[in-house]
């Protein structure tokens, strides 16, 4: 069965600063893979995605993440974070055999932007 | 932008009662799931709907949960003896067709479910 692992359970980041969410995913083959970003009271929100071609996906909100398939890995970066983006994020893979699978997430990362 | 939408936003329940959460998928997506999270846990899968009935189901889903496409608009997750271990937010999400480019689950704001 394929698995998340984001071992990072919180972050602590400066606002104007750098970021990575790191995410590793256990699967046979490429799967799908998303982050989504869950704020306080709300839902999940998709972030990006990756389904194949380039391994550098850019997302809404000035993310990206990276997939390399020799990690098993699939980053989440953000050059500069903005005080809004604390929130929980989670990275999830989806079998890339059709759309009755539902997604496996990880555990998930609690972002705090320090001022 | 259309979204999923799903109600109560909190459902207070007593232990052994029945519950039925709501969810209104986005109008023309074909799949449906239900996803529950336990407070401080990951997001699970529980089961997803296509085509009128269930495609696929986790170990979590078992004979206390079942899901219903009553009308046109609505999906339901219905659990019918409530257990103190089903309190957790429980989301709805839909999606379009596999395979396509604009693939992605969408995913509504939860119910809390609180057995006690």
């Known amino acids: 069965a394929q698995s998340v692992t984001q071992p990072d359970i919180h972050i602590t980041v400066s606002e104007g600063a750098s970021l990575e969410l790191r995410c590793n995913y256990s699967?046979?083959?490429?799967?799908?893979l998303f982050w989504y970003v869950q704020s306080p009271g709300q839902g999940l929100q998709l972030l990006l995605k990756?389904?194949?071609?380039?391994?550098l996906v850019q997302g809404i909100k000035g993310f990206e993440a990276e997939f390399k398939r020799s990690q098993s890995s699939f980053n989440l970066r953000k050059p500069s974070v903005h005080w809004s983006d604390a929130a929980e994020y989670f990275c999830?893979?989806?079998?890339?055999?059709?759309?009755?699978?539902?997604?496996?997430f990880g555990k998930g990362t609690h972002l705090i932007i320090q001022p | 932008e259309p979204e999923v939408t799903q109600t109560p936003s909190h459902q207070v329940t007593q232990m052994g009662q029945e519950v039925i959460l709501r969810c209104v998928p986005i109008?023309?997506?074909?799949?449906f799931y239900w996803y529950r999270q336990i407070l401080g846990q990951k997001v699970e899968f529980l089961v997803s709907?296509?085509?009128?009935?269930?495609?696929?189901k986790s170990e979590i889903f078992d004979d206390q949960f079942s899901v219903e496409r009553p009308d046109g608009s609505n999906f339901t997750l219905k659990i019918r003896s409530t257990k103190l271990e089903d309190s957790a937010m429980y989301f709805c999400?839909?999606?379009?067709?596999?395979?396509?480019?604009?693939?992605?689950?969408?995913f509504g704001p939860g119910t809390r479910l609180t057995v006690t």
């Open positions: 999830a893979v989806g079998l890339s055999g059709g759309g009755a699978d539902g997604l496996t």
């Open positions: 709907f296509y085509n009128n009935e269930i495609s696929e």
């Open positions: 999400a839909s999606s379009e067709e596999w395979g396509t480019e604009d693939y992605e689950q969408y």
């Open positions: 109008s023309n997506h074909l799949y």
């Open positions: 990756y389904f194949s071609g380039d391994t």
């Open positions: 699967y046979g083959a490429t799967p799908y």
